[in-house]
């Protein structure tokens, strides 16, 4: 699993780059604002069909472009493959193509390129609120799980519609008719987000636990809760029945929705906590010790997918190192054996030994 090949046009700051990375490990230098997370957010916008930097795709095309182009020619299930985006400033729907066939959903790319991202913000995801914590589990899900990228996609816009209803319906109180298509189809799609989740999660704990375990030197544990809908005491439960208990949740919640103009009840409020020797890593772990739970579930990411698919996903590290002391440094560079790995820095100190050196400089690359 690598990418060999990538080119891109009136992507953020590159007008116009093609760049051939090596089979290991890929070191991406330059100062400051000269684009070495924007190579990252290619390659994992055509991992996912998503940015991890925005929501607005408008964003990733190069200012006064019309459009952006992003392609690449990488090795997955054992063949030659090509990825191909084009996105477009008149907001236009983007064009997904794998091998030059158009695709329909991002789910029709996801799962041909796995990738796990690490940048700076997710080290301090664990204290964060439940938002990033959701985005965590969505992203690797998705390229698992190709289902669960189209229920997500559907709920989400059930999810904003609903909203929109709740937010107008005094001004227009027919809108209120609508809400119980919209609760039956979101309380459906729900019970699979629930579903996907909560498996998910549990194999991420197991895995995360034997990383940080090793991290620790033994002296601490690890656990990951999944915290859904309040109602729902067991989300291993079968999909007809989460979405019973979803209805029921929703129908308890009717009034206080009206009153308050917002949707108050679905996975859309999802969370898990982490626990370290079982006291919640958001009020009391320290720096270091949120530090090495994030990082072990990081590498529990990677181990996943690579469970799922055979084939090691590529490893992005957005300035990840820079941010680590000398020994967490050493446990991160001791896992980059194996597989496609890209990291950006400003110096490449100790790391210049582990690979190929990419020079960026205002868009370019040398």
Same mark, same amino acid.
């Given at each position: 699993?690598?990418?060999?090949?990538?080119c891109l +046009?009136?992507?953020?700051?590159?007008?116009d780059?093609e760049?051939r990375?090596?089979?290991?490990?890929?070191?991406?230098?330059?100062?400051?604002?000269n684009?070495?997370?924007?190579l990252?957010?290619?390659?994992?916008y055509?991992?996912?069909?998503?940015?991890? +930097?925005?929501?607005k795709e408008?964003?990733?095309?190069?200012?006064?472009?019309?459009f952006?182009e992003?392609?690449?020619?990488i090795?997955?299930?054992e +063949?030659?493959?090509t990825?191909r985006?084009?996105?477009?400033?008149?907001? +236009?729907?983007?064009?997904?193509?794998?091998n030059?066939?158009?695709q329909?959903?991002?789910a029709?790319i996801?799962?041909?390129?796995?990738?796990?991202?690490?940048?700076p913000e997710d080290?301090?995801?664990?204290?964060?609120?439940?938002?990033?914590?959701?985005?965590?589990?969505d992203?690797?899900?998705?390229?698992i799980r190709?289902? &669960?990228e189209?229920? *997500?996609t559907? &709920?989400q816009?059930? *999810?904003? !519609?609903?909203s929109?209803?709740l937010?107008d319906w005094?001004d227009c109180?027919s809108?209120r008719?609508v809400l119980?298509?919209?609760?039956?189809?979101?309380a459906?799609v729900? %019970?699979l987000v629930?579903?996907y989740?909560?498996?998910?999660?549990k194999?991420?704990?197991?895995c %995360?636990?034997a990383?940080h375990?090793?991290?620790s030197?033994?002296?601490e544990?690890?656990?990951?809760?999944?915290?859904t809908?309040?109602?729902?005491d067991?989300p291993?439960?079968p999909?007809?029945?989460?979405?019973?208990?979803?209805?029921?949740?929703q %129908?308890?919640h009717?009034?206080?929705?009206?009153e308050s103009?917002?949707?108050?009840?679905?996975?859309?409020?999802?969370d898990f906590e982490?626990?370290?020797?079982n006291l919640?890593?958001? !009020?009391?772990?320290?720096?270091? !010790?949120?530090?090495?739970?994030?990082?072990s579930?990081?590498?529990?990411?990677?181990?996943l997918?690579?469970r799922?698919?055979?084939?090691?996903p590529?490893?992005?590290l957005?300035?990840v190192?820079?941010e680590?002391d000398?020994?967490?440094?050493?446990f991160v560079?001791n896992?980059?054996k194996?597989g496609?790995?890209?990291?950006?820095?400003c110096?490449t100190?100790?790391?210049?030994?582990?690979? !190929?050196?990419?020079?960026?400089?205002?868009g370019?690359?040398?």
């Amino acid at each position: 699993m690598q990418i060999n090949r990538l080119c891109l +046009r009136n992507f953020r700051n590159y007008a116009d780059a093609e760049i051939r990375f090596v089979s290991g490990v890929n070191l991406l230098v330059g100062g400051n604002a000269n684009g070495k997370t924007n190579l990252l957010e290619a390659v994992s916008y055509l991992s996912t069909g998503r940015a991890f +930097r925005t929501r607005k795709e408008q964003e990733l095309i190069r200012f006064d472009a019309e459009f952006a182009e992003l392609s690449a020619e990488i090795t997955s299930q054992e +063949r030659e493959q090509t990825l191909r985006a084009l996105l477009f400033a008149d907001r +236009r729907p983007r064009r997904l193509f794998l091998n030059g066939v158009k695709q329909k959903t991002a789910a029709g790319i996801v799962g041909v390129l796995p990738s796990v991202l690490f940048c700076p913000e997710d080290l301090l995801v664990l204290k964060k609120g439940a938002q990033p914590r959701r985005k965590l589990l969505d992203n690797v899900i998705c390229q698992i799980r190709p289902n &669960y990228e189209a229920a *997500l996609t559907e &709920y989400q816009r059930l *999810l904003e !519609q609903k909203s929109t209803v709740l937010r107008d319906w005094r001004d227009c109180p027919s809108l209120r008719e609508v809400l119980p298509e919209y609760n039956t189809r979101m309380a459906q799609v729900g %019970a699979l987000v629930i579903s996907y989740r909560a498996r998910y999660l549990k194999a991420l704990s197991e895995c %995360a636990a034997a990383f940080h375990r090793e991290f620790s030197g033994g002296a601490e544990a690890l656990t990951l809760e999944y915290k859904t809908v309040s109602n729902i005491d067991d989300p291993f439960a079968p999909p007809e029945r989460l979405r019973e208990l979803l209805a029921e949740h929703q %129908a308890a919640h009717e009034r206080a929705e009206l009153e308050s103009g917002q949707c108050l009840s679905g996975p859309h409020k999802d969370d898990f906590e982490a626990r370290v020797n079982n006291l919640p890593v958001a !009020q009391f772990a320290s720096q270091g !010790q949120t530090r090495t739970a994030t990082i072990s579930i990081k590498l529990a990411e990677r181990e996943l997918l690579k469970r799922d698919s055979g084939e090691e996903p590529i490893l992005l590290l957005d300035d990840v190192l820079s941010e680590l002391d000398a020994g967490r440094q050493d446990f991160v560079l001791n896992q980059l054996k194996s597989g496609q790995v890209f990291i950006t820095c400003c110096e490449t100190d100790r790391l210049t030994s582990l690979g !190929q050196v990419f020079r960026i400089e205002n868009g370019s690359v040398k």
